[in-house]
Nanobody
Framework: QVQLVESGGGLVQPGGSLRLSCAAS????????MAWYRQAPGKQRELVAV???????NYADSVKGRFTISGDNAKNTVYLQMNSLKPEDTAVYYC??????????????WGQGTQVTVSS
């Protein structure tokens, strides 16, 4: 059994910052990729940022230069530092982890989502 627990969402003014965290726990053998997606009301879920187990990263064009994804392999945790937030960043943010479980094989897991609201 694998669980993802997200934290760090909230209400912030435009130009502000937030840091999201997602911790994976349970019977994990290896993690390949950790990512953050977001879904705004009435829109499709979109990839925000991704980090591989080698440390390589990729970002959506809309967040490049403002968001930073990082990981702590020892803690099976991924972070998303969000700076210079804009109202259009308002969405539910979901953690996504591609991993191999001890008994389940390779699967993709989703977090429960955390609301980020950017508003004055």
């Amino acid at each position: 059994q694998v669980q993802l627990v997200e934290s760090g969402g909230g209400l912030v003014q435009p130009g502000g910052s937030l840091r999201l965290s997602c911790a994976a726990s349970g019977s994990i053998f290896a993690i390949y990729v950790m990512a953050w997606y977001r879904q705004a009301p009435g829109k499709q879920r979109e990839l925000v940022a991704v980090i591989s187990n080698t440390g390589s990263t990729n970002y959506a064009d809309s967040v490049k230069g403002r968001f930073t994804i990082s990981g702590d392999n020892a803690k099976n945790t991924v972070y998303l530092q969000m700076n210079s937030l804009k109202p259009e960043d308002t969405a539910v943010y979901y953690c996504n982890v591609d991993l191999v479980g001890v008994t389940t094989g390779r699967l993709v897991y989703w977090g429960q989502g955390t609301q980020v609201t950017v508003s004055s």
